[in-house]
């Protein structure tokens, strides 16, 4: 028997050991306030779908149309012969809706931040990037070949220390930062950030992943949520969270969206969304250019939910979103949690280190539009029935 794989057994018995291995369950129907599991329903605490537009009638019939007029692939990479009428409509759209020059679509965020990051920093150059960073920006940066400075998360003191620190070290440097941090729900002080890259004349890059079609007016992200319009130079986005759908968004100036056209190796080294993809991101948009309602309820839904936990005693952090950590402090109690509230009907993930930091294991809940006054209720008496077994409230 041959034993040169044996070194991933081993691996993979470590994570299991340490409590690091990922059970992925799987589901088998839409997205929604419900799924089905292993053919029972369990109410949904912990997908992206914001606004409940992962099964939206009007983007499930905006696919289905773009399927019948233009099959289902794109046939060959963008600069080749991939682009088609409905991509171009969609960059145009979103860019409108972002208030931006111009945007370009990738095959998802991370791609997003693979392809902008290296495009604009090479190995002469600087990134002052928060500690918390998503890890696309993490590997984009990487990619990039430039030196990555972290900055302590959303500090300003810190951020301000780096650059002077390093000045004169770079050729050009780029400022980079989530918008809302997945783990915690902050929020980034981007009004701060903006000065600080003023103040030195930096480039300034937000991934406004978790805040599209959360903050700002009627979902429009983080940068209307602070009217920083014209000041932050990329914003990057995807298209699988609010959006419901999937891809990424890159939306800034024409001219660094007409580069990433040229130098954004994942445009134009690989296939780009299908016809159906995109036109049922065109109908998010339109959802979201007639009505804020989706993103009202959402909110509403979100601060009764987290008022509600408060109340019955829980900690829920330092959130200021939709995203609700239930925050328990050690990885086994957060696991126990999580298996407590399965058993009981509600899927909601523990997250653990190396996620988050030592010591601060929770559960992290994911509010959406689309759960009723009723789900949301029947979450709480979730929580509070496990809460109390395991003496977390009492
Ligand atoms: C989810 C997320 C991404 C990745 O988006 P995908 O479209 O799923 O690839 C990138 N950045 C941040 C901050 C995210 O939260």
């Given at each position: ?7 991933i057994?081993?691996?993979?018995q470590?994570?299991?050991d340490a ?5 992925i369950r799987?589901?088998s129907?839409?997205?929604?306030a ?7 329903r ?13 099964n939206?009638p ?5 696919a289905?149309?773009?399927i019948?007029?233009y099959?289902?692939g794109?046939?060959a ?5 991939g ?6 409509e969609?960059e145009?759209?979103m860019?409108?809706?972002k208030?931006?020059?111009a945007?370009?679509t990738?095959?998802?965020?991370f791609?997003a931040?693979t392809a902008v ?6 190995k002469?150059d600087?990134?002052?990037?928060d500690?918390?960073?998503?890890a696309?920006?993490i590997?984009?940066c990487r990619?990039s ?13 810190s ?7 390093n ?6 440097a780029l400022?980079?930062?989530d ?8 929020v980034?002080?981007l009004?701060k950030?903006?000065a600080i890259a ?10 406004d992943?978790?805040g599209?079609?959360v903050l700002?007016?009627g979902?429009?992200?983080?940068v ?6 014209g000041?932050?130079d ?12 999937v891809g990424?968004?890159v939306?800034g100036?024409a001219?660094i969206?007409e580069w990433?056209r040229?130098?954004?190796?994942p445009?134009?080294f690989s296939s780009a969304v299908?016809p159906?993809?995109?036109a049922?991101?065109?109908a998010?948009?339109?959802l979201?250019?007639s009505s804020t309602e989706l993103?009202?309820?959402l909110w ?6 987290k008022?509600?936990m408060?109340?019955?005693g ?10 609700t ?6 990885a ?9 509230l399965?058993e009981?009907?509600?899927f ?17 809940v994911?509010?959406?539009a ?5 789900d949301?209720d029947?979450?709480?008496e979730a929580?509070v029935?496990?809460?109390k ?6």
């Amino acid at each position: 028997m041959s034993t040169h794989l044996n070194w991933i057994q081993e691996e993979i018995q470590a994570l299991k050991d340490a409590g690091f291995y990922n059970q992925i369950r799987t589901i088998s129907s839409p997205q929604g306030a419900w799924l089905v599991i292993d053919g029972q329903r369990y109410l949904n605490f912990c997908s992206n779908n914001y606004l409940g537009l992962a099964n939206h009638p009007r983007l499930v019939e905006a696919a289905k149309k773009a399927i019948d007029q233009y099959g289902v692939g794109p046939g060959a990479v963008r600069v080749i012969s991939g682009t088609n009428d409905l991509h171009i409509e969609l960059e145009e759209r979103m860019a409108r809706f972002k208030g931006v020059e111009a945007a370009i679509t990738l095959q998802s965020g991370f791609q997003a931040n693979t392809a902008v990051i290296p495009a604009l920093i090479g190995k002469k150059d600087y990134i002052f990037s928060d500690r918390l960073n998503h890890a696309s920006i993490i590997d984009g940066c990487r990619l990039s070949g430039g030196k990555v400075v972290p900055y302590e998360h959303c500090d300003m003191a810190s951020l301000d220390e780096v650059i002077r620190q390093n000045r004169g070290q770079f050729r050009r440097a780029l400022i980079i930062t989530d918008g809302v941090f997945s783990m915690d729900g902050d929020v980034a002080p981007l009004d701060k950030i903006y000065a600080i890259a003023k103040k030195y004349d930096l480039l300034l890059m937000v991934d406004d992943a978790h805040g599209e079609g959360v903050l700002g007016k009627g979902g429009r992200g983080i940068v209307d949520h602070f009217d920083l319009h014209g000041k932050v130079d990329i914003e990057v986005g995807t298209l699988s969270k609010a959006f419901g759908v999937v891809g990424g968004v890159v939306a800034g100036s024409a001219t660094i969206i007409e580069w990433l056209r040229q130098r954004g190796r994942p445009f134009t080294f690989s296939s780009a969304v299908t016809p159906a993809d995109a036109a049922a991101c065109l109908a998010a948009i339109d959802l979201l250019e007639s009505s804020t309602e989706l993103v009202d309820r959402l909110w509403e839904n979100a601060c009764y939910f987290k008022a509600e936990m408060k109340k019955l005693g829980f900690d829920t952090g330092v959130s200021t979103t939709p995203i609700t950590p239930v925050m328990l402090g050690e990885a086994p109690l957060a696991q126990q949690f999580s298996r407590a509230l399965f058993e009981a009907g509600v899927f909601a993930m523990a997250n653990s280190y190396p996620i988050v930091p030592q010591g601060k294991a929770r559960i992290r809940v994911m509010i959406s539009a689309s759960h009723a006054r009723e789900d949301l209720d029947r979450g709480l008496e979730a929580f509070v029935q496990v809460g109390k077994k395991l003496g977390v409230i009492h």
